[in-house]
């Protein structure tokens, strides 16, 4: 009995010291998400302009510009998926790579190869266990994204998709598979086509009935589209990575919250379980004291 008291006093010491790190953690993800939260806010209303103004530009320039072409027989296409670069973060990375699959069978069906591109080492890890092939991938800042990271993201899918059909590394779509913070409780796995680009798309889309600022094109609407659509691109990205983030930090704060609480029960269980074990102990042991004193007593009375 002593060592299977021993042994729950044990359980409960290491429980406790899982439910400090998971605590610390919760604590971690909370404060950062915060300032995810801001970032993601503070982005929006510049992702909101630039679509705007990218509409306007592509609406009245009647210029047919290289990302925007569709090609008529699409052949390959390439998916980034945004995963996080560490896990205890409940079933976060699971469920956009989930999505990223339903994406690719979906475009294969359509008779499209796929190209991955990956962003996190969860996504990374994923497909070489798989032995599956990846393009190339980002890792190191997946709950704090930078807009240099985006923007050189945003300029290898430019590449890619500007090459003419045939040549190596070509593709002739792209889309984002990345999921979107809704609120704490609540992230969505969210799937959009990137190139060739349709402005008019996602929650940084005009309202409905807003008018589309005129412009005048200096030198030309060539240049500037030239100038603005990769800028565009790589902001939609960047805001991908945002909510993202935000999303990572939120799905580990609530799966951490999980986990203690789930420690907390399990030390209730094993002290109740230890003082079960202890109570049975004492009454064994004066058990047999009684049970030695009586012996002792019969002993005695027989040899008087």
């Given amino acids: ?134 393009v190339q991938s980002w890792t190191g800042f997946s709950d704090q994204p930078s807009y240099d990271v985006a923007a050189e993201v945003g300029r290898t899918l430019i590449d890619s998709f500007l090459k003419e059909q045939g040549e190596e590394g070509d593709v002739d779509e792209v889309h984002v598979v990345y999921t979107r913070f809704v609120s704490m409780l609540n992230q969505e796995p969210t799937a959009v086509r990137l190139l060739p680009l349709e402005v008019v798309e996602g929650t940084e889309a005009p309202d409905e009935g807003d008018l589309l600022p005129l412009y005048e094109f200096e030198p030309s609407p060539e240049a500037v589209l030239d100038g603005l659509l990769p800028q565009y691109v790589q902001s939609r990205i960047f805001f991908s990575l945002l909510q993202a983030a935000a999303s990572e930090l939120a799905a580990r704060q609530k799966a951490m919250k999980s986990a203690t609480d789930n420690a907390e029960e399990l030390i209730k269980k094993y002290t109740r379980i230890a003082n079960q074990a202890r109570q049975a102990g004492i009454t064994q042991e004066i058990s047999e004291i009684v049970g030695g004193v009586n012996a002792l007593a019969d002993a005695n009375a027989g040899a008087e």
């Fill in 1 to 134: 009995m002593a060592v299977s008291l021993r042994e729950y006093r044990a359980r409960i010491k290491s429980t406790e010291s899982m439910k400090k790190i998971t605590r610390a953690m919760e604590l971690i993800a909370a404060s950062r998400i915060i300032k995810a939260q801001q970032r993601a806010q503070a982005a929006a209303p510049y992702a909101r302009e630039l679509t705007r103004a990218v509409s306007a530009v592509a609406t009245f320039s009647n210029v047919e510009h290289p990302l925007t072409k569709e090609e008529e027989n699409p052949q390959r296409a390439a998916v980034l998926i945004v995963t996080s670069d560490r896990g205890l973060a409940g079933a976060y990375s699971s469920s956009v790579l989930k999505e990223a699959e339903r994406l690719a069978e979906r475009l294969r069906e359509e008779g499209k190869e796929i190209d991955f591109y990956i962003t996190g080492r969860k996504g990374e890890a994923y497909f070489k266990f798989r032995q599956r092939p990846i």
